[in-house]
């Protein structure tokens, strides 16, 4: 089972436009558009189908009900900075839903730990029994 290599979005799915940043930062933020907001259309992507699925099945606050993920950067200074962050953080969120998760297989309990199980049920029964009401004569 050899790693796969990993997906790659291309550029002419994502949107990119720059706004200013929120927060504190003085003269600066309010004149510079250093922000970004990526957006990307999932359901219109090349990506495979079951990747796209399980994308829109991720509970993100991120991704719109209409299938697009917006992701917002404004960690750094300069555009060029959010702009390669929003990147890695979209390969990031695309890579992380890439490979299938591995089918549960169902267990059952070993007779032993079943054993065990029922005798602690036993011992916390006995223990709140003695903290039932005292009767007196």
């Keep these: 089972m050899g790693s796969q290599p990993p997906l790659q979005v291309l550029a002419h ?14 003269q ?13 259309d999932i359901t219109a992507s090349s990506l ?18 209409d299938g697009v993920l917006i992701i917002k950067a404004q ?6 900075l959010n702009r ?7 390969l990031a969120l695309v890579n992380s839903v890439a490979t299938p998760p591995r089918a549960r297989r169902a267990t059952r309990p070993t007779l ?3 054993q ?14 003695l903290r039932g009401q005292v009767e007196s004569d």
């Design 112 to 114: 032993a730990s079943q």
């Design 28 to 40: 600066n933020v309010n004149k510079v558009s250093s922000a970004v907001h990526l957006r990307f």
């Design 48 to 65: 495979p189908l079951a990747v796209q699925q399980r994308l829109l099945a991720l509970r993100d606050g991120r991704i719109t009900q």
């Design 84 to 90: 390669a962050d929003a990147w890695a953080r979209l």
């Design 116 to 129: 065990r199980r029922r005798e602690s049920k036993r011992l916390r029964g006995a223990v709140k029994v």
């Design 75 to 80: 960690q750094y200074r300069t555009q060029e």
């Design 13 to 26: 799915e994502v949107q990119i436009t720059a706004m200013r940043a929120q927060g504190a930062g003085g």
